[in-house]
Structure formats: structure tokens, C-alpha cells
T-cell receptor, first 114, second 113 residues
Framework: DAMVIQNPRYQVTQFGKPVTLSCSQT?????MYWYQQKSSQAPKLLFH???????NEADTPDNFQSRRPNTSFCFLDIRSPGLGDAAMYLC?????????????FGPGTRLTVT | GNSVTQMEGPVTLSEEAFLTINCTYT??????LFWYVQYPGEGLQLLLK?????DKGSNKGFEATYRKETTSFHLEKGSVQVSDSAVYFC????????????FGGGTRVLVKP
């Protein structure tokens, strides 16, 4: 089945220690998104790639960066995680940025910062 | 700007009860509307969508109708099951906002046997 895969499902890192979360997709979609979701809240968009074009949200902290080396993979790098960065991180894809396009979400990576 | 407002949860129901989750929106343009569902510990799954006024989206016994006159997209299911326990998010995408998703705050539904 075509899908969005996130690894690992659970990640523990130490305060200030860089961490990378990964996302891959077999849908061959042009757009890949990263969201942060804190408990009982709606997902918050951090940034997205349209092909190789990176689009950062205005309120995304500089501590968060992303790489997309090819169509299938996208990475979220947190340079110096703080306790406030503990959250579920969701990757999503869509075929393009058309109005009617739904997004397909991965299962998420739950990040714990100790 | 765009916004989505959902009824606050948790909503607790007995099995086979009728479920309604209210959702209203404001949008700059003519949005597409979505309901996503998130089961415990999982990512979001698209439940249904509607792209123009009076469209009805339906899936797995859930329905929602795009009501432009009342700017609403209420989710309904006639007979819920324990397996419907989840968090439900109403969302819109609007060309004026680059077609990014704007989510409501989510409504937690708990169905008891």
C-alpha cells in the first residue's frame, strides 16, 4: 500500500542534543509537510516542501530545520531541543497544493526531551 | 484570516447513540472543507471532504454537508461504535491562504459499550 512512513515512532533525546526525525512516502507526492502537535491541540504547520522549494511558516523557531534530499524523503532537524519541543511530530504529503487536495498523514513520531 | 471553530469535548456517548460534532468556519475565499480523525497514538486520517456548497461528504457511516449560508460543516453519525472513539478535527483549505490546512481545535469522542 502506498503510504507515509515515519521513523522512529518514539524518540527520546536530551535537552540541547540535536535530533533528526525522518519521513518517507511511496505516494510520489510533490508536497511534504511537517507539523508539530502538542497534546489535545490541533497540529501546527512548521514548514513544507513543494518539490525542492522550501516554505517556512513565519512563526517556526530557527531551532527547527528541514531537508528534502529527494522526492521520497524529508527530514526534520531540531538543533537544540528544549523541554517545550516535546510533542508529536506529524509528516504529511499531498499531490500538489491545489484547493481540493487532501493531505495524507504518517503515524507520527512522539518526541520526549529529558 | 481563516479560522475553524469546533464544539469542545469530550463528548461521551453510549454505543449506538447519534453523534453530532458542530463545526463552523470563517474564510477569506471559497474553501474546501475536511474532517480528519485521529485514533489514540496515531496520525490523522482523512474521514471525508466537501469542495463546494451543498456537497455532502460521507465515509464509514459519517456524513457532513457543506453549508455556505451558515458557514458550517457539522459531522454526524447515526449509530456510533466503541471503535469510533477518537479525536475529530474539522479543517479548511483556502486558496487565499496558499491552500494550507487550517484546523479546528479538535473534539474528543468517547463511546462506551
Amino acid at each position: 500500500d502506498a503510504m507515509v512512513i515515519q521513523n522512529p515512532r518514539y524518540q527520546v533525546t536530551q535537552f540541547g542534543k540535536p535530533v533528526t526525525l525522518s519521513c518517507s512516502q511511496t505516494l510520489n507526492h510533490n508536497v511534504m509537510y511537517w507539523y508539530q502537535q502538542k497534546s489535545s491541540q490541533a497540529p501546527k504547520l512548521l514548514f513544507h516542501y513543494y518539490d525542492k522549494d522550501f516554505n517556512n511558516e513565519a512563526d517556526t523557531p530557527d531551532n527547527f530545520q528541514s531537508r528534502r534530499p529527494n522526492t521520497s524523503f524529508c527530514f526534520l532537524d531540531i538543533r537544540s531541543p528544549g523541554l517545550g519541543d516535546a510533542a508529536m511530530y506529524l509528516c504529511a504529503t499531498s499531490r500538489d497544493r491545489g484547493l481540493r487536495r487532501e493531505q495524507y498523514f504518517g503515524p507520527g513520531t512522539r518526541l520526549t526531551v529529558t | 484570516g481563516n479560522s475553524v471553530t469546533q464544539m469542545e469535548g469530550p463528548v461521551t456517548l453510549s454505543e449506538e447513540a447519534f453523534l453530532t460534532i458542530n463545526c463552523t468556519y470563517t474564510a477569506t475565499g471559497y474553501p474546501s472543507l475536511f474532517w480528519y480523525v485521529q485514533y489514540p497514538g496515531e496520525g490523522l486520517q482523512l474521514l471525508l471532504k466537501a469542495t463546494k456548497a451543498d456537497d455532502k461528504g460521507s465515509n464509514k457511516g459519517f456524513e457532513a454537508t457543506y453549508r455556505k449560508e451558515t458557514t458550517s460543516f457539522h459531522l454526524e453519525k447515526g449509530s456510533v461504535q466503541v471503535s469510533d472513539s477518537a479525536v475529530y478535527f474539522c479543517a479548511l483549505s483556502d486558496e487565499a491562504a496558499g491552500n494550507k490546512l487550517t484546523f479546528g481545535g479538535g473534539t474528543r469522542v468517547l463511546v462506551k459499550p
